[in-house]
């Protein structure tokens, strides 16, 4: 039997497959998305998933629980621009103006610095900052 509750960010595709409403093809989204992201930080995440259903995410809020500790940050002074553009929420334009802006500083010295990066709005800094780190 399952445990009750299924940790989000470790959960493997075999073990997706067995809660209901999710088949190998959700399963290996779910998979890949949090590999994209570096792990998920909220269930809302699950909908950002193409064609997710409202009933499936329903029923997996319960299921699986999420330790935001466990999410893989990006060092924003040290990563290149190619590996800051594959993450889903950055993309090529907001990675090219990250590192141009670090260029400017020599390095950041704080997260909230990011909230300066050209096409960087709230919502997508809110995004994106719990993925990153300075050290």
Do not use: W
């Not at 141009?100 to 096409?119: A, D, T």
């Amino acid at each position: 039997p399952l445990p009750a509750h299924l940790n989000l960010n470790k959960t493997d595709s075999a073990t997706l497959v067995r809660l209901k409403g999710i088949g190998s093809i959700l399963a290996h989204k779910i998979v890949a998305q949090r590999k994209a992201l570096g792990g998920f930080i909220n269930h809302n995440q699950l909908l950002e998933i193409y064609k997710f259903p409202d009933t499936t995410f329903a029923y997996l809020k319960d299921k699986l629980f999420i330790n935001p500790s466990e999410i893989r940050k990006i060092n924003i002074n040290t990563a290149t621009e190619a590996e800051l553009a594959i993450h889903p929420y950055i993309g090529e334009k907001m990675a090219k103006n990250i590192v141009l802006l670090r260029s400017g500083f020599k390095n950041y010295e704080n997260i909230s610095q990011l909230r300066q990066v050209p096409l960087m709005n709230e919502e997508k800094y809110r995004k994106i900052a719990v993925y990153c780190t300075i050290q």
